[in-house]
Nanobody
Framework: QVQLVESGGGSVEAGGSLTLSCAAS????????MGWYRRGPEVGRDPVAV???????TYADSVKGRATISRDDKKKAVTLQLNNLKPEDTAVYYC??????????????WGQGTQVTVSS
């Protein structure tokens, strides 16, 4: 059983900053891709920032220059720093990670989601 637990959401005024954190726990051997997605008023989860084991992180155009994703594989964690927040950043943010579990297979795990609300 694997679990991703997020923290750090909340309400902030436009122009402010937030740091979202996510920690993985449970039985797994390796962590692959880790990322943050968000779901706003529209349906679907859109990628915000994704980091892989190798290669540079990728960011949605809407957050480029305002977001920084970082991972700490020793702590099995990933964080997302969001600066200069805008009302359109309001959404539920989800952590996602590809985890290698028993038997060598990979599973994609999701956190429960954390609300970010930006007021103008």
């Amino acid at each position: 059983q694997v679990q991703l637990v997020e923290s750090g959401g909340g309400s902030v005024e436009a122009g402010g900053s937030l740091t979202l954190s996510c920690a993985a726990s449970g039985s797994f051997f390796s962590i692959g891709k880790m990322g943050w997605y968000r779901r706003g008023p529209e349906v679907g989860r859109d990628p915000v920032a994704v980091t892989t084991v190798t290669g540079p992180p990728t960011y949605a155009d809407s957050v480029k220059g305002r977001a920084t994703i970082s991972r700490d594989d020793k702590k099995k964690a990933v964080t997302l720093q969001l600066n200069n927040l805008k009302p359109e950043d309001t959404a539920v943010y989800y952590c996602n990670a590809d985890l290698q579990v028993f038997g060598g297979r990979w599973t994609s795990a999701w956190g429960q989601g954390t609300q970010v609300t930006v007021s103008s």
